[in-house]
């Protein structure tokens, strides 16, 4: 059985590859760039070029393959551009597609909720089997906030700092989607992934602080300094709204819940928070030579 992969050189994309590298099975990746992708290939992964804009690109990689993990980055065409793949799939001859969506999907008024709710119910409709991954705040998405933390001491944020949210580790989330390409009886279901816990961004401050081994406070910033910040650096002002729209639904509380799906499905528990800051901190030590007052 050949599995396709999207998103095969991102975050979650290449851990799904890792996982179904241990499960021994037969790996097609969809890449835009074969030369970024050189290291999968060696692995003996078959690479498979494609573009989430060019629907017939994307049948040609699909055909052949009985399942298909759908993910892709952010996007302000998301809706038509999994749509695409969707079609695509369907064209294709795929049985499977395990899609990568987010917590709470349809549920909450947010522009990132409301998409993924539209991919799913066409991925719903196309005749294929289905499984819709819902997961929480990703702990690997802290990442874009370790240089301030380091140089400055601080984690700015325009969520207030007693806010829960159950934060889910990438790499877990990887995992329940391989045993959904791999394995029977996860067809039509949806499975809301969170970690075991629900944490503060004070938390979050505090176990980064333990793991750098430095004091780092966090400090709650406006929300209309935090997107200037932001546009300053570069960022789609589309992606900013959406992403502050679901900043107010977290504020709410929507972002606490926890769920048994992991544990469940994989028989283990989630990673911890704290074990992760102190696995991304050892890892790369040499980038944190110089905390703040040093």
Same mark, same amino acid.
């Given at each position: 059985m050949t599995i396709l992969v999207s998103g095969a050189t991102g975050n979650i994309g290449g851990e799904v590859i890792r996982h179904l590298l241990e499960r021994k099975a037969s790996i097609r990746a969809?890449?835009? *760039?074969? =030369?970024?992708?050189?290291?999968?290939?060696?692995?003996?992964?078959? &690479?498979? =070029?494609? *573009?989430?804009? =060019? +629907?017939? #690109?994307?049948?040609? !990689?699909?055909?052949?393959?009985? #399942?298909?993990?759908?993910?892709? +980055?952010? *996007?302000?065409? =998301?809706?038509? &551009?999994?749509?695409?793949?969707? *079609?695509?799939? #369907?064209?294709a001859g795929v049985h499977h597609v395990v899609k990568l969506s987010v917590l709470r999907s349809g549920e909450l008024p947010s522009t990132f909720q409301q998409w993924h709710r539209q991919i799913e119910e066409h991925l719903e409709a196309s005749g294929m089997t289905w499984t819709?991954?819902? +997961?929480?705040?990703?702990?690997q998405n802290m990442r874009w906030f370790i240089e301030t933390m380091v140089q400055q001491g601080a984690f700015y944020h325009s969520i207030a700092g007693d806010t829960p949210i159950s934060h889910i580790d990438a790499r877990d989330v990887a995992a329940v989607a391989a045993l959904c390409l791999t394995q029977s009886g996860h067809e039509n279901q949806a499975y809301a992934?969170?970690?075991a816990e629900a944490i503060s961004f004070e938390q979050v401050t505090q176990y980064f602080a333990s793991a750098l081994s430095q004091s780092l406070q966090f400090i709650q910033v406006a929300p209309a300094?935090?997107?200037?910040?932001?546009? !300053?650096?570069?960022?789609?002002?589309?992606?900013?709204?959406?992403?502050?729209?679901?900043?107010?639904?977290?504020?709410s509380g929507a972002g606490a819940m926890i769920t048994p799906t992991y544990s469940d499905l994989m028989q283990r528990s989630p990673n911890t928070f704290e074990s992760y800051a102190r696995e991304y901190v050892q890892a790369r030590t040499q980038n944190f030579q110089s905390p703040a007052g040093a």
């Open positions: 969809l890449v835009r *760039d074969r =030369q970024k992708a050189a290291n999968l290939e060696a692995q003996g992964v078959e &690479l498979a =070029q494609g *573009d989430f804009n =060019q +629907p017939e #690109t994307l049948e040609a !990689a699909l055909r052949g393959a009985e #399942t298909a993990f759908l993910v892709m +980055p952010n *996007d302000s065409h =998301q809706v038509r &551009l999994e749509g695409n793949f969707i *079609d695509a799939a #369907t064209r819709h991954l819902r +997961p929480n705040m990703l702990m992934l969170t970690g300094d935090m997107k200037a910040a932001r546009l !300053a650096n570069g960022e789609p002002e589309w992606y900013l709204d959406a992403e502050a729209q679901l900043f107010e639904c977290w504020q």
